[in-house]
């Protein structure tokens, strides 16, 4: 008799707590997740809330790029500066297409009147693989940043040609070719 009364108990416990929890779920609809951002076509990366504005962008994405695409010349790794070259246009690109308009001057259309015969005599010059021809080209190539900071109504930045202290700005990296840094 006592296993009848505790099988009991047990029976009506489990159907009390039972109806407590569906009594809970239906009384209060479950919070909704937040929503997930949405991702940008073509499935790239989505940066939320980062609003450089364009002197950041050119700090960040074409000024580096300038020194190393110099760097890697001056030991010769041409295969580098082609690639720093390409980087340094494709970041003029983007920084035209975030910031479309600066003081009603099209960014886009000044940068690439200015810098499109500058890009293509230093890529010739990292084709050739002539490091005078170089030098002449990424020295006009840094008067066109020149050019293009006047256009733009800041005559006050002025880009140089690096000096040779420009290694200490990436400390981290070898600009030799690669059979030369191993």
């Given at each position: 008799?006592?296993?009848?009364?505790?099988?009991?108990?047990?029976?009506?416990?489990?159907?009390?707590?039972?109806?407590?929890a569906i009594a809970v779920a239906t009384a209060a609809p479950a919070p909704a997740a937040p929503a997930a951002p949405a991702a940008p076509a073509g499935g790239g990366l989505t940066?939320?809330?980062?609003k450089p504005a364009?002197?950041?962008?050119?700090?960040m994405l074409v000024q580096p790029r300038h020194t190393k695409l110099w760097l890697a010349a001056q030991q010769k790794n041409w295969q580098l500066a082609g690639?720093?070259?390409?980087?340094?246009?494709?970041a003029l690109k983007r920084v035209?297409?975030?910031?479309?308009?600066?003081?009603?001057?099209?960014?886009?259309a000044t940068v690439s009147?200015?810098?499109?015969?500058?890009?293509?005599?230093?890529?010739?010059?990292?084709?050739a693989q002539n490091p005078a021809q170089f030098n002449?080209?990424?020295?006009?190539?840094?008067?066109?940043?020149?050019?293009?900071?006047?256009?733009?109504?800041?005559?006050f930045l002025v880009i140089k040609v690096p000096d040779a202290s420009a290694a200490a700005a990436f400390p981290?990296?070898?600009?030799?070719?690669?059979?030369?840094?191993?």
């Open positions: 008799m006592k296993n009848h009364h505790l099988i009991a108990l047990l029976l009506a416990g489990s159907v009390g707590l039972a109806a407590s940066i939320l809330d980062f364009f002197d950041d962008l050119m700090t690639f720093e070259l390409n980087e340094m246009g494709g035209g297409q975030t910031v479309p308009k600066y003081r009603n001057i099209s960014v886009d009147s200015i810098f499109t015969p500058k890009i293509q005599a230093v890529a010739g010059a990292i084709t002449t080209a990424f020295a006009e190539l840094t008067n066109a940043c020149n050019l293009c900071h006047e256009a733009l109504e800041h005559p981290d990296q070898d600009f030799r070719p690669a059979a030369a840094a191993k």
